[in-house]
């Protein structure tokens, strides 16, 4: 396995998928082509995926989340039990969040035998690549916020409590399956304290013995914000979550709140976001450069990571590629200026 460098780079998690991705989904939707074709294209999505990365020059790399079919969470909700599809109100106009499909509680939750195929990504990924990996799993809230709790449960936290035990005994058989960094995705959603997401977080997390990391989302679908984009709300009950690495968007905001980490680090690792996804300027390496030097301002050189703000799964692949050559390039800029030196 390959050591890391300093500043070590890494991906979120989704990756831009190649155009016969779609025509193969649709192909397969249309009943054009069956499970062993669709199983196929994963294989070589996640191979195609795989090898950008590395060619990219990035340290620390996933699957591209390739086989998630139906964006991040909506995959596993076609195969969760005790979970019905709710009409959707709006069908026409600009896309909004509202038009995504929601469900009721109608029965206890519960995953089918094999659980939510997340090792099964993790495990083609491990046999495919040299580089160090990360394996992804939505967080508790992300699960449930889009569940509602029906007679079944007592609120949307009693929800992500249930998706917390599912989500652990993933997590339990990834560590089974060699994964030694793991990260939760959960959204700033803003009703719910950061403390109430540390607690879930630990929930979720409990007895999980990897290398663990919190990415905290402004949302992204269609490249598209969901939820107001501060973290100040947020800390310091954060903080008690038993993270390793908090995975938090900076370029999208021109690094603004890079203080918060100043205040709050706490020893902790920072995944810093200096890639927009949502945008389509070419980042080149120089501006990379300057946006790690700004973090490096409040974040020691031994404690940082540097990605993009989020997954690129939004995002056209020929896009993605250039600003993770871009991010990886800006990172190795920074380490011949350090020349070795740590801080």
Known sequence: MRALPI??????????????WFTMVKAYEAGAAGPADLEEMFDDAA?????DMEAAGIDIITDGEVRRLDGYVDSYYAIIKGIDPQPVRRHV??????????????GRIETPPGGLGIIKEFEYLKSHTTRRTKATCAGPLTFGSRIHPGKVYRGVVDVAERFAEVINEELKGLVAAGADFIQIDEPARGNVSGEEMARLFNLATEGVQAKLGFHICFGNRFGRSRFARTYEPYFPGLLKAR???FVLEFASRELAELDIWRKHGDGRELGAGLIDVKGFYPDTPEDVARRIRRVLEVCPTEKLTVNPDCGFGWSP???CNQKLRALADGAALVRQELSGTRR
Do not use: E
């Open 7 to 20: 500043i070590p780079t890494a991906v979120v998690g989704s990756h831009g998928k190649p155009g016969w």
């Open 47 to 51: 191979d195609a995926a795989i090898g």
């Open 93 to 106: 106009g600009p896309w909004g969040y509202d038009q995504q499909t929601r469900y009721q509680a109608v």
């Open 243 to 245: 993270a390793d690495q």
């Open 317 to 319: 692949r020929y896009m």
